[in-house]
């Protein structure tokens, strides 16, 4: 069972910057993937940025220039820098994790945070 603690949402002005934090109760090197996805009411979650396998990033369309996802792997903690934010970036945020078990894989997710950007 991997456990996802996360911190840092909060309220914001448009234009302003946020960081999110995630940490895991294992080694991020033990896990497949870890990263962060957003939801709003009445929408699918969606992702947002993650590592997976061998460092990778995947960035979603819409933050791409204006968010930064990067870890500390001796904290077990993935971050996410939000900056130039937007009215519609206003969510949940989850962190995500998945681990491979076998011959299957299980995401483990978060408590959530909510960011709000507003005036």
């Known amino acids: 069972q991997v456990q996802l603690v996360e911190s840092g949402g909060g309220l914001v002005q448009p234009g302003g910057s946020l960081r999110l934090s995630c940490a895991a109760s294992?080694?991020?090197?033990?896990?497949?993937?870890m990263g962060w996805y957003r939801q709003v009411p009445g929408k699918q979650r969606e992702l947002v940025a993650i590592f997976t396998s061998g460092s990778r990033t995947n960035y979603a369309d819409s933050v791409k220039g204006r968010f930064t996802i990067s870890r500390d792997n001796a904290k077990n903690t993935v971050y996410l820098q939000m900056n130039s934010l937007k009215p519609e970036d206003t969510a949940v945020y989850y962190c995500?994790?998945?681990?491979?078990?076998?011959?299957?894989?299980?995401?483990?997710w978060g408590q959530g945070t909510q960011v709000t950007v507003s005036s």
């Open positions: 995500n994790a998945v681990k491979v078990l076998g011959s299957y894989s299980r995401d483990y």
């Open positions: 294992e080694s991020i090197f033990s896990l497949y993937a």
